[in-house]
């Protein structure tokens, strides 16, 4: 089997959903098809030049950044949600038409 070879642009993005968007490594690797040791190599090469200095605590600039954060775990929860309901009612219709 060759090797696969990812631009610097995947990796990235690959990177940032870890990262920023605080999806789990397992979940990424899944989704994108790559191995954990390729995630987890291309995460500590990156690490250095994404990490921006953390501002102090109570700090405008700080707030701001942790509501920004907030907001994407927010919206991710309201979709997950939103999935969940339209999975439970397709699952609930299966259930009453398997009994009549």
Same mark, same amino acid.
């Given at each position: ?14 990177? *940032?959903? !870890? /990262?920023?968007? &605080?999806?789990?490594?397992?979940? !990424? ?14 995460? *500590?090469? +990156? ?14 600039? @700080?707030?701001?950044?942790?509501? *920004?954060?907030?907001? &994407?775990?927010? @919206? +991710? =929860?309201?979709?997950? *949600?939103?999935?969940?309901?339209? @999975? /439970? =009612?397709?699952?609930? /219709?299966?259930?009453?038409? /398997? &009994?009549?």
């Amino acid at each position: 089997m060759a090797r696969k070879i990812y631009d610097d642009s995947f990796k990235d993005e690959a990177c *940032r959903l !870890v /990262t920023e968007q &605080k999806y789990p490594k397992s979940e !990424v690797c899944r989704k994108l098809g790559i191995s954990a040791q390729a995630l987890d190599d291309w995460l *500590r090469k +990156r690490r250095p030049a994404m990490t921006p200095p953390q501002p102090l605590p109570d700090s405008p600039e @700080a707030m701001k950044t942790r509501i *920004r954060e907030l907001e &994407k775990q927010l @919206a +991710r =929860a309201e979709q997950e *949600r939103e999935i969940l309901k339209k @999975a /439970t =009612a397709y699952f609930a /219709t299966l259930e009453s038409e /398997t &009994k009549r």
